[in-house]
């Protein structure tokens, strides 16, 4: 059973940064397409960043730049970097997984994955 653990949300200024972390439990995270989510109660989940099974990154128009997605092969764990946050950037932010090969636009594609954890609150005030 595979399962996704995130940690590392809070609350920040506009300006600062968060790590978050996704503990990949049931199986090995580099034989996963993986990538990071972004959903508001109610509304559908919005892909910020996805690496594909090649090791190559996709990033939202609104993450580029600014975030960092990488993944820790060793530790089975998939990492978000973001910095200079913003209000707007304020979401639960949800990591998702999939067996399926996956390349370029598909790593951002919240349909395409099968396997998803239970998500960490960002909250950047101004």
């Known amino acids: 059973q595979v399962q996704l653990v995130e940690s590392g949300g809070g609350s920040v200024q506009a300006g600062g940064s968060l790590r978050l972390s996704c503990a990949v439990f049931g199986y090995t995270s580099s034989s996963f397409c993986m990538g990071w989510f972004r959903q508001v109660s109610g509304k559908e989940r919005e892909g910020v960043a996805g690496?594909?099974?090649?090791?190559?990154?996709k990033y939202a128009d609104s993450a580029k730049g600014r975030f960092t997605i990488s993944q820790d092969n060793a530790k089975n764990t998939l990492y978000l970097q973001m910095n200079s946050l913003k209000p707007e950037d304020t979401d639960m932010y949800l990591c998702?997984?999939?067996?399926?090969?996956?390349?370029?636009?598909?790593?951002?594609?919240?349909?395409?994955?099968?396997?998803w954890g239970q998500g960490t609150q960002v909250t950047v005030s101004s």
């Open positions: 690496i594909d099974n090649d090791g190559i990154t």
């Open positions: 998702a997984a999939t067996y399926k090969y996956c390349s370029g636009a598909y790593s951002v594609q919240p349909g395409y994955y099968d396997y």
